[in-house]
């Protein structure tokens, strides 16, 4: 029996591989794609705009709503303490004497000058009336009554910086100065910390910056006093970020009515924001792969189409969608795992069996 050349039988070989290629090439045309014989089956949803509440939680720190070191502006001894430790005091209340006996002996020749520089002046002033004095007289007299006047002005100011007092209204702290102490310029007397309301310091990351707003309502709680809460508003927010946490300062205002919190005490901070037209997609429909996020939409061709997304804010079920979607498209649920990248998609029903 006669065999055909070998180069005849690699022709006739090669041309039935091609034909077969060929073949499958046309089935996965037809059967939309390259790993099914037919259309996938899929459950699908819309994607909707809807509201999030996002939650922060946050460690905090207590901050009087002012604080001040009472300090002296001269040396001197302390003759009188005026105040008990923890008093609440008001403004321009007197907290500390300090030596000023010379001061006021001072300040008594300053007034007695004064009052004769007056009187000479008001009987030079009369006798002007009548031409029996010069013009010129009066206004020597004039020059050294204003003198006189200023003299007991500066004084009296020396005087006054020997009374420290309170430059508000607050509760003082403990003292660190005795009776008969000598005090110089920037000795601590005491400290004076204004409590009620106080403030609360702490840090938002920068995703919330779009949502963070004054007068957003803030819960706190205390480790110290049994995880007891306190409520209060946003004050103020500081107008740049950390670059290093990518987080902004933040204080709130809380009531302290009873005066349980202190400065320097740590709460945990509860922050939630609500925030409308978030784009949210079901979580099963989010496909993992490499360090991204991806989904599958169905085109109007009832095609599938794979698209990357950038993930946000998470909850039970569903995932916020910061880009790669938009409103009124359908993103496939079930039925991810035999999809690919053209593959025709029918729909079935919920509770289908996954592969």
Known sequence: MLRPPKPLILLTTLAATLAMLAGCDAAEERGGGRFGGGP?????????????????????????????????????????????????????????????????????????????????????????????ISASSLEELLAAMQVAEAEVQAVRARLENTLVRAPFSGKVGLRRVSPGGLVNPGTVITTLDDVDPIKLEFSVPEAFLGVLREDLVVVARSPALQGREFAGRIDSIDTRLDPVSRSILVRAILQNEEDLLKPGMFLTVGLQMRRSDVLMAPEEAVVPERGQHFVYVVTPEDRAARRRVELGQRIPGAVEIVSGLTTGERVITEGTQKVREGAEVVYGTVGMSRP
Request: glycine letters at 4%.
């Open 40 to 132: 996938v089956t899929v459950i699908t949803e819309v994607v909707e705009p809807r509201q999030l509440v996002d939650e922060v939680d946050a460690i905090g720190t207590v901050l009087a709503d002012e604080s001040v070191e009472i300090t002296s502006r001269v040396s001197s001894l302390v003759t009188r303490i005026a105040f008990r430790e923890g008093q609440l005091v008001q403004e321009g209340d007197l907290l500390v004497e300090l030596e000023n006996q010379e001061i006021r002996a001072e300040l008594a020749v300053a007034e007695a000058s004064l009052s004769e520089s007056l009187s000479q002046y008001e009987r030079a002033r009369q006798l002007a009336d009548t031409q029996a």
